[in-house]
Nanobody, 113 residues
């Protein structure tokens, strides 16, 4: 069982930055991949960025060049720069371990002036 706790969301103006953190209850190196997903009101939950146990990363086209996913021990980060109003959503941390998906509780990110 993997428990995930996110933090770092909030309200930011367009063009601003936020960093999200996700702490896993087990060593990140026992997890196959971790990532960030987001869900805006009335929309499906979509992948934003993910990082594998080998350190490979991939990003949604909409965030390439603006967001960076990284990890350190049992914590995964999402550095979000040049934020846009369309980035507004609830952001969820995800972990895949032994073919099972685990989710955090979500953290709200609102980009508005």
């Amino acid at each position: 069982q993997v428990q995930l706790v996110e933090s770092g969301g909030g309200l930011v103006q367009p063009g601003g930055s936020l960093r999200l953190s996700c702490v896993a209850s087990v060593s990140i190196f026992s997890i196959d991949a971790m990532g960030w997903y987001r869900q805006a009101p009335g929309k499906q939950r979509d992948m934003v960025a993910r990082i594998t146990s080998g350190g490979s990363t991939n990003y949604a086209d909409s965030v390439k060049g603006r967001f960076t996913v990284s990890r350190d021990k049992n914590t995964v980060y999402l550095q979000m720069n040049s934020l846009k109003p369309e980035d507004t959503a609830v952001y969820y941390c995800n972990a895949v371990a032994a073919f099972k998906n685990y989710w955090g509780q979500g953290t709200q990110v609102t980009v508005s002036s």
